[in-house]
C-alpha cells in the first residue's frame, strides 16, 4: 500500500510564509511527477506546482514567484516553499504523485490534504 502523507500548513498572517511537506511510502519502484493541489470552499481543485524526478517545475501563473516546489528523491519526499502569502492562497493543499510500484504499474495518489488559512 503506497501512501502519501503531508505536513506543514497551519495559519499565517498575509505576507507571511510557510512550507509545506509530503512524504511517500509504501512498495515504491519508482516516483515520477510530484505536485501540490489546492481547494478553497466551493472551488474546484486547481493545480498548484508540479515537480518531475529531473526537477523540472511548472506552476499556475497566480503563484508564480511566490511559491517554490522542490523534491528529494532518495527521501521520496516534496516540498512545497510558500512565500509572500495571500489570503486567496487559502485553501486545503494535497499532495499527488505519480508511483510506480513495479517496472509495468503505476497509481496516481493523493494526500489526505493540509489547511493552509492566510489571514489577519
Known amino acids: 500500500q503506497v501512501q502519501l502523507v503531508e505536513s506543514g500548513g497551519g495559519l499565517v498572517q498575509p505576507g507571511g510564509s510557510l512550507r509545506l511537506s509530503c512524504a511517500a511510502s509504501?512498495?515504491?519502484?519508482?516516483?515520477?511527477?510530484m505536485g501540490w493541489y489546492r481547494q478553497a470552499p466551493g472551488q474546484q481543485r486547481e493545480l498548484v506546482a508540479t515537480?518531475?524526478?529531473?526537477?523540472?517545475?511548472n506552476y499556475a501563473d497566480s503563484v508564480k514567484g511566490r511559491f517554490t516546489a522542490s523534491r528529494d528523491n532518495a527521501k521520496n519526499a516534496v516540498y512545497l516553499r510558500m512565500n509572500s502569502l495571500k489570503p486567496e492562497d487559502t485553501a486545503v493543499y494535497y499532495c499527488?504523485?505519480?508511483?510506480?510500484?513495479?517496472?509495468?504499474?503505476?497509481?496516481?495518489?493523493w494526500g489526505q490534504g493540509t489547511q493552509v488559512t492566510v489571514s489577519s
Open positions: 515537480i518531475n524526478s529531473g526537477g523540472s517545475t
Open positions: 499527488n504523485a505519480d508511483i510506480r510500484t513495479t517496472f509495468a504499474s503505476s497509481q496516481n495518489i
Open positions: 509504501g512498495s515504491i519502484f519508482r516516483i515520477n511527477t
